[in-house]
T-cell receptor, first 113, second 115 residues
Framework: GNSVTQMEGPVTLSEEAFLTINCTYT??????LFWYVQYPGEGLQLLLK?????DKGSNKGFEATYRKETTSFHLEKGSVQVSDSAVYFC????????????FGQGTTLQVKP | DTGVSQDPRHKITKRGQNVTFRCDPI?????LYWYRQTLGQGPEFLTY????????KSRLLSDRFSAERPKGSFSTLEIQRTEQGDSAMYLC?????????????FGPGTRLTVL
């Protein structure tokens, strides 16, 4: 079946450090891939997306590239800030008919000043 | 538009009671989704509406769960005879289906605690 696996957290970094959160997926065909972020006390927000192989999604300094050959969609940021502290979810959407999302378990990022 | 809203934000109930949650999507969105999120896990899909039609239900959705979207606008999720295992965050999301991709906008969730 379709599934998403994320690296386990929590991830603790100092401000301005480089961030990578790994995400791999299992799916038939060509899913769309997403990163959602959940800040403390807030709802899920779409951070970035990629809809086909080799696409790079980017937003707020975060990037992720859709790698079909490695079935991965790793999230990166060159210099994290304290305000990036949140839970990050990788997700896929396999069916263009329903668009339902299949999420990974989430990775907590804590950035210390 | 203020985004997706959910009511109530928190619900505490005793085992065996019925509860109902409401979701108001973004007004022009024709798709509406319900997800359930337990502590330390990602959201899990429960059910999906396109306009007023419920087109897909997860196997997670037992017979005690029912969802409606009577006029293609707001939706309700009812849980009958609640069990402690129903304790979770219930999330609603909406989207406007265009082409092969639709961005889902999530509400703040309803946190259910079953005692």
């Amino acid at each position: 079946g379709n599934s998403v696996t994320q690296m386990e957290g929590p991830v603790t970094l100092s401000e301005e450090a480089f961030l990578t959160i790994n995400c791999t997926y299992t799916a038939t065909g060509y899913p769309s891939l997403f990163w959602y972020v959940q800040y403390p006390g807030e709802g899920l927000q779409l951070l970035l997306k990629a809809t086909k192989a080799d696409d790079k999604g980017s937003n707020k300094g975060f990037e992720a590239t859709y790698r079909k050959e490695t079935t991965s969609f790793h999230l990166e940021k060159g210099s994290v800030q304290v305000s990036d502290s949140a839970v990050y979810f990788c997700a896929l959407s396999r069916s263009s008919n329903t668009g339902k999302l299949i999420f990974g378990q989430g990775t907590t990022l804590q950035v210390k000043p | 538009d203020t985004g997706v809203s959910q009511d109530p934000r928190h619900k505490i109930t005793k085992r065996g009671q019925n509860v109902t949650f409401r979701c108001d999507p973004i007004s022009e969105h024709n798709r509406l989704y319900w997800y359930r999120q337990t502590l330390g896990q990602g959201p899990e899909f429960l059910t999906y509406f396109q306009n007023e039609a419920q087109l897909e239900k997860s196997r997670l959705l037992s017979d005690r769960f029912s969802a409606e979207r009577p006029k293609g606008s707001f939706s309700t999720l009812e849980i009958q005879r609640t069990e402690q295992g129903d304790s979770a965050m219930y999330l609603c999301a909406s989207s406007l289906a265009t082409g092969n991709h639709n961005e889902q906008f999530f509400g703040p969730g309803t946190r259910l605690t079953v005692l």
